[in-house]
Every structure is written in C-alpha cells, then in structure tokens.
C-alpha cells in the first residue's frame, strides 16, 4: 500500500513518516539546510508492506505535490495544532478530494504544543473544512512526532488499513509513473515511480511514454520493490528500475514506462468534469489551465461538450485541448490549476483518452462518452459503446485506452453482428446497413435496369461512405453468403437483377466464349472477334457491350475485351506482385509475370487502375486496400 501526506508547510509531514519509518526523506541539502521538503520524499515501513510519498507543502510546490498524491492508496492530511487549517492544508484537501481518494485520516500534528481548549478548537476547524471533502468520513488522530504520542495508534491504523487494502484490477497492462531518474555503478539508468497496474519481472520489454514518435523498447535489468529487491513489482509498490537502452537525462517525470501494447499518448482527451464548490466563477470554454494527469503537468485549455458554463460544484463533459501529448488511459484522474498555477479549480475522470478534434460535441459522440461514464468494467463499457457506435468499435483503440493487457485483449469478446479487421459493429447497425444497402442497389437497379450494378466502391459511396474498409468487406461477403447480394467481378446487384440478352445476343456470346479463352491474358479485338465468328462488327461491338455491362466480360481499352477468367488470374498476379514489393507493382514486373508485351501490360495495369484494384502513384501501381473482393472467384 503506497501512503501520501498532504498538508501546509511546516505542519510535520517529514517528522510524521521519520517517526513512523526512521527515515528522512529529505535528503537533498537545500532541504536540510532550509528544513523544508522541495523534492517528494520516499520512506518504507520495516516489513516493506508499506510505502510513504512525502510531498513538499509550499503553495510554489503544488505541482510537485500532485505527482506524489497521484497513485497513492492512502492520504494523511495533517494539520498543525498550533496553526489550524492554512491555505495549502485546503488546497491539498481539495487535490485529494478530486483525485477521487477515498482512503485516508485526518492527523493532528504537534499535539505537545496545544492545550486542551486548543486541541478542541482545531478539531472543530477541521470538521468544518473536511465537509464535504473526500475525507469527510475519515478518523481524526491528535499526536506528536517528536514526543511519540498517538504515533503507535497511527502505525497499527495504517497496518490494519494495508491487511484489508483492495487488490488493482486484474488484466491491465504494466504503467509506473515516473517521477524521478538516475544513474548508479553497475546498474545503469535507474527510474523510480509508483505502480499504477499491472506487473514487471526482470526481462521484461517496456516503452515510455510520450516518448515522440515511436516508444523505444527499453529492457528491465534490475527490479526493486518497496525498498527490496524483487524478480517481480506488481501495482500500488513503488517500484526501481534498472533500463538497458536508455540514459537517465533520457527520462523525465511525468513519463509513463508501461507495457508495449499500451504505450499510447495524446493531445485531446475527453472528460467528466467537476468544478470545486470553493471556485468562485463557472468555467467557461477556452479557459487556460494546468492539466495534471499522473506525475506529469502540461498546459491546455478546456472545451465544455454539454454545457455553456459549469458552475462551482457542478459536473460536465469536457474536452481538454493539450500543448503536449501525454499519456492516459480511461479512468484516470486529472486535476486542473489556473494559468498562472495558483490555486487547484477543477478535477475529473478521463472518459476517452484519444479524443476526436470534430464532431466532439454532436449527440452521436455525447451518447458515446456517457456510455463510457456509465459502466462499470471493460467489458461492460464495451457492449455499451459498441451498441452506440453507428459506424463500428475499434477495438485495438479500445483495448489503449482502457490500459488492457496483450493476454486481456485475447479475450475481448463483444455481442457483434460483424468482425473484421480488429474492427466490431453491433447486430442493430450490421442490420441497418444491410437494408441501406439492399435499397441503394434496388434504386440503381431501378435507374438503370440496363446495366448489371454499381461497382463495389462506388456501391459503397451510395450506401456507407463513413464505414470502415475491413467492416464494409465484411458487409459484401455477408450479404453473398446469405444470398440477398450478388457480386461479379467488380459490379455488385441484388440476385434477382439482371441484364437479359436477346436471343441473337445470346448465340453470338456463346460463339466468341471459346475464342475469348484462347485469347487468354492478350484479350481479342471487336474486329478479330466478328471475323472468326463470321458476325457483323457492328453486331458483335453491341453484344459484347451488352455482355461487358453483365459482368461477363472485361473492357481492357475501347474493342478490346478479355475474359473473366484471364482478368481474375491476372489480378492474383497483381496481388503477389504487390505482396513482395510492399504493396506496390511495377509495369516490367507485371510484363515479366505475364508473358505480355509492355503495351498491353501497362492496358491491363491501366484497367486495373480505373477499376478500383490498383491506384497510380507515380510511376508505380499500388494495391488498393479496399480490393479484397474484386476478381475474386473464392
């Protein structure tokens, strides 16, 4: 269990944890000589099951203070006898309150220099303050660290608190924060911080983060846990590190190092807001603040969603629009300060820590962000989402955000209608869309009963422009293998539409099969075609058209048609083409791999392109994503 004072200057929070340890944390020697704490301070209790963050109480060191308050299990408040409650004893209340602690006790401190009366009036003063407050409820203890009084009575409430201390949630990703670096002889980069999920055993690959660009890997070569050494930290331990990979001036508080699969940071991050009652004016949009989110503080601005202003003591969405990426994940606490960082106004809940720039306040993305409030568990807040995400669920982005292991996301199991591509829409949405598109075919078809239907991708700007690639896929495949979609080659129309050949046309088709095989890959000529047939060209051009618009045949150039055979081998080509060469094919490539000439390579390549299964880049092609299904028979 990891232990947090909090309180004014001078009201004893170092002598309290050297009472309780035997350690000083102040070891810088500015401390020593001005006998305040500047830095955080960490002490452990002899058996190791408990640790102590002591934080500096300077209203200039309130930024300090939050990051060694954010990640603690158990808050001391102290309060000096002689003083009473002072100005930074209410501002780290307010912290604690906002940071949502709901664990801790209000210590009397310096009880040896008060009377009775005294004692009582203090006592009085601090009901009065804590009202409300996350401690509301807490026990009030009077001692004093330097005569021993009450300090036994503290330590066997904190042993009784640690025996029945709550276990993390299971089958989150490993974070620390980071809040100090340094290096020693023979171990390297060491960096210190508290536990907030998962566990660490030596050999273990983490990233940090924000780190720009792309997290390196770093390797733990050394553990220490609670002051011991250890071949496993898990969460709520302060936790050492030794890295390979990477220099202490490399690392800086208010770092996160946390398992591969969840090192993510962001600009934007959406919020449910509180705002202190003791603020005195609502919040509006575009407020300045100091963002602090674990033991990292940034500058932003606040974008209230549901609201025009929040008034003191009440609640809201809000985006927090960020000068620097920081990481964060759902669930995490967030306290704001004013811009000129001096006094603590506003605190909340990340709710999305990948937050969208538009859209943000539509009532699509308001219902998403309540579903997010309102449950519970992962599991829980992902059928939720899901049954309000019209356009499907990114679950990889899912996973991030709610910090959950490699071996969790194994398990992410939500109530789908389609899967596809890490992506997931619910059953409503997947049968919404099916309809859409059932009717955006029977319009085509209605408006040109001539042609077979639209092309896939253009199908898809009539029915779902907005749908995702792998989930519009899958939305094809489902409707062919149910039978109320019918596709051939890149045109797509309900099964009982069809382009009827007149009986003429339909022997002349069967006469130019046969000569179309033996054309293979080089295509046959209109020309080429009515002569071996014995037709007329300007019969067989019209027949060939009618058959080019059923799907039956290919259009390489004007009068030039390949079979469909001859075009779904030659795009499997393209597709192992494109495969080696990281999705890109080149024309001499493509010659070599057919036997054609560079003329009629660069025509195949060219229809390819007009089509939909490659794009023009230059002077290479490149394999459209969104292609899967065009000229392919399986």
Not at 414 to 438: T, V, Y
Not at 531 to 549: I, P, V
């Amino acid at each position: 269990m990891i232990i947090g004072t909090a309180g004014h200057i001078d009201h004893g929070k170092t002598t309290l944890v050297r009472a309780l340890t035997g350690v000083d944390t102040d070891r810088l020697p500015e401390e020593k000589k001005r006998g305040i704490s500047i830095e955080l301070g960490y002490a452990f209790s002899g058996d190791g099951a408990i640790g102590f963050v002591d934080v500096p109480g300077h209203e200039r060191l309130v930024h300090t203070m939050l990051a060694g308050a954010t990640g603690i299990d158990y808050a001391l408040l102290l309060v000096a006898a002689d003083d009473g409650p002072m100005p930074q004893t209410r501002e780290h209340l307010a912290v604690l309150s906002l940071l949502g602690l709901e664990r801790g006790a209000v210590v009397i401190t310096k009880a040896d220099r008060a009377s009775a009366a005294r004692l009582a009036e203090v006592r009085s003063e601090v009901e009065a303050l804590r009202a409300g407050s996350a401690l509301a409820q807490a026990p009030v203890l009077e001692l004093s660290a330097t005569t021993g009084q009450g300090v036994e009575t503290l330590r066997q409430l904190l042993a009784a608190e640690a025996a029945h201390a709550v276990g993390r949630p299971a089958g989150r990703a490993f974070r620390l924060a980071v809040d100090r670096s340094f290096s020693l002889d023979g171990v390297g980069t060491v960096v210190t911080g508290t536990v907030h999920a998962g566990h660490v055993a030596i050999g273990d690959e983490l990233a940090l983060c924000p780190d720009g660009g792309h997290p390196r890997r770093l390797r733990v070569r050394s553990l220490h846990a609670q002051n011991r050494s250890v071949g496993v930290a898990e969460a709520g331990q302060r936790c050492a590190l030794g890295l390979v990979g990477i220099a202490k001036d490399e690392v800086a508080r208010g770092q996160w190092l946390v398992a591969p699969e969840a090192a993510a940071a962001s600009e934007r991050i959406d919020v449910q807001l509180r705002l202190w009652p003791a603020e005195p004016r609502a919040l509006r949009s575009g407020t300045p603040v100091h963002v602090h989110l674990g033991a990292r503080a940034v500058m932003g601005s606040v974008a209230l969603l549901d609201a025009e202003a929040l008034p003191p003591g009440g609640e809201a969405l809000a985006q927090l629009v960020l000068h620097e990426p920081i990481g964060a994940w759902r669930g995490d606490r967030v306290v704001l300060r004013d811009a000129s960082a001096s006094r603590t106004m506003a605190g909340g809940v990340v709710l999305d820590p990948f937050a969208p720039a538009r859209y943000r306040r539509m009532p699509q993305r308001l219902a998403e962000l309540a579903a997010l409030h309102a449950q519970p568990t992962p599991a829980a807040r992902l059928q939720a989402l899901l049954d309000v995400a019209p356009l499907g669920l990114d679950l990889e982005r899912f996973a991030s955000a709610e910090g959950i292991d490699a071996q969790a996301r194994q398990d992410l199991a939500p109530d789908a209608g389609l899967l596809a591509g890490g992506l997931a829409l619910s059953r409503a949405a997947a049968q919404l869309l099916a309809e859409q598109l059932r009717q955006r075919l029977a319009d085509f078809h209605a408006a040109h009963p001539d042609e077979p239907g639209p092309e896939a991708g253009r199908l898809r700007r009539l029915a779902a422009p907005r749908l995702p690639e792998p989930l519009w896929r899958e939305l094809l495949a489902r409707g062919r293998d149910e039978g109320w979609l019918a596709q051939r080659g890149a045109f797509v129309h309900l099964p009982e539409h069809g382009v009827q050949l007149s009986a003429l046309e339909q022997r002349i088709a069967q006469k130019v099969a046969p000569l179309l095989a033996g054309a293979g890959f080089e295509g046959a000529w209109v020309r080429d075609l009515a002569r071996d047939a014995q037709e007329g060209e300007t019969l067989m051009r019209a027949t060939l058209a009618r058959l080019a618009q059923q799907g039956a045949l290919h259009t390489l150039v004007k009068d030039l048609y390949c079979a469909p055979e001859a075009v779904e081998k030659m795009a499997a080509i393209v597709r192992d083409l494109a495969a080696a060469a990281e999705g890109q094919v080149l024309a001499a490539a493509f010659r070599d791999a057919t036997g054609l000439g560079r003329k009629r390579a660069i025509q195949v390549l060219e229809y390819f392109d007009r089509v939909g299964l490659l794009r023009r880049v230059g002077d290479v092609h490149k394999l459209r994503t969104d292609s899967r299904d065009l000229f392919n028979s399986a």
